[in-house]
């Protein structure tokens, strides 16, 4: 009897702390659900921050783009003009260059008709670099070793001097040359000195008796340094005693145009 009050006893104990173990249980269980969703909502919290950042720098990556188009849209317009600017003056600039030719040619023309009595041995007219050469040999001008212009030699330049004083946008300028015969006398101590005197002496017929402005005009010497034969025969050595007359008309608008001067300025 007693065996059996005790086992009813225990059971009865067992039945009420049932309740007390399915609530605690039911309070563990949701601790741990709330600290989940807690961590859930921090993890949420953390990835809109992070979104918002990605947001604002996608929106200042699209503001940056859209400045960006607007700078180049801007420079392709600047562009555009410029590429029409530069089309403009490289137009001219042929324009120029194509009448400066033709200036050129019609130069070497009315020299070359002007000299026309005289033999190819004696003088050439050629264009070179732009510019009309009259190129005199020593014989034409000069007594071998003398910077003394025989008659021949001045009726040559009083010809030319006839068309310069009709073109007077050319400049001129007398060069000197000798071949590689050492020369030494009382007047000039050597080939240099020899090639400077001749130019000096043609400069000054130009000028003295032809009435040629000096401002237009350069007379300078070579000396040998300049050959256009070889020196090692009599024909080439002559060939490189000679006075070259380099005519050149005047560039100013060419020059105007390549360093910036703007036309209308002109």
Avoid at 22 to 34: P, T
Wanted: hydrophobic fraction near 40%; include cysteine.
């Amino acid at each position: 009897m007693k065996q059996v009050t005790f086992s009813i006893a225990a059971t009865l104990m067992i039945i009420m702390a049932l309740p007390s173990c399915v609530a605690k249980r039911k309070y563990v269980s949701a601790q741990s659900a709330a600290a989940e969703q807690r961590k859930i909502n921090e993890n949420l919290q953390a990835s809109i921050a992070r979104q918002g950042d990605t947001i604002n720098m996608l929106r200042k990556n699209v503001n940056a783009l859209g400045d960006a188009y607007q700078s180049t849209n801007s420079e392709l317009n600047m562009s555009k003009d410029q590429i029409a600017d530069q089309q403009r003056r490289l137009a001219h600039l042929q324009s120029l260059i194509n009448q400066q030719q033709s200036n050129t040619e019609a130069l070497r023309k009315k020299i070359a008709d002007a000299l026309v009595n005289f033999n190819t041995n004696e003088l050439t007219v050629y264009i070179k670099d732009g510019k009309v050469y009259v190129s005199m040999t020593e014989s034409l001008l000069f007594p071998s070793g003398s910077a003394e212009v025989n008659q021949r030699g001045k009726d040559a330049l009083a010809k030319l001097a006839g068309v310069l004083n009709t073109n007077p946008d050319i400049n001129v300028n007398v060069e000197g040359h000798t071949d590689t015969v050492p020369i030494k006398n009382k007047v000039y101590m050597d080939n240099w000195a020899l090639s400077v005197g001749r130019s000096t002496a043609i400069a000054r017929i130009l000028i003295g008796d032809y009435t040629v402005p000096p401002a237009r005009i350069i007379a300078s010497g070579r000396g040998e340094h300049h050959p256009v034969a070889p020196n090692t025969t009599d024909i080439g050595r002559a060939q490189n005693r000679r006075t070259e007359i380099i005519l050149e008309p005047k560039l100013d608008a060419l020059m105007d145009l390549i360093h910036g001067v703007p036309v209308a300025e002109k």
